[in-house]
Nanobody, 117 residues
Framework: VQLQASGGGLVQPGGSLRLSCMASGTIFSVSVMGWYRQFPGKQRELVAT???????DYGDSVKGRVTISRDYAKRSAWLQMNDLKPEDTAVYYC????????????WGQGTLVTVSS
């Protein structure tokens, strides 16, 4: 599975961004697509995931401000981020976790989100 992420950039505090991720290659019948972010010197943390069947999960620090969605036909997922704060500045990584018929994890290239005035 190859992941192509896009949509990062510079945004002012309180602004919005929409990240996109498109998967290609082998597609699992059950999978989880999502976004994680990484701050300098820190481990990646959950932003949001969406499992086949549209089961979503959100990180505590972004709940209420982000929405993840997915189009299975387009093999794509989107992360709508609103009311962005400077502390949201990080590198965001798209992820694809295949669950069935076997398990495998894939990561896209990171996209930098900078929230600054």
């Amino acid at each position: 599975v190859q992941l192509q992420a896009s949509g990062g950039g510079l945004v002012q505090p309180g602004g919005s961004l929409r990240l996109s991720c498109m998967a290609s290659g082998t597609i699992f019948s059950v999978s989880v697509m999502g976004w994680y972010r990484q701050f300098p010197g820190k481990q990646r943390e959950l932003v949001a995931t969406i499992r086949t069947g549209d089961i979503t999960d959100y990180g505590d620090s972004v709940k209420g401000r982000v929405t993840i969605s997915r189009d299975y036909a387009k093999r794509s997922a989107w992360l709508q981020m609103n009311d962005l704060k400077p502390e949201d500045t990080a590198v965001y990584y798209c992820s694809y976790q295949g669950l069935f018929p076997n398990r495998a994890d894939y990561w896209g290239q990171g996209t930098l989100v900078t929230v600054s005035s």
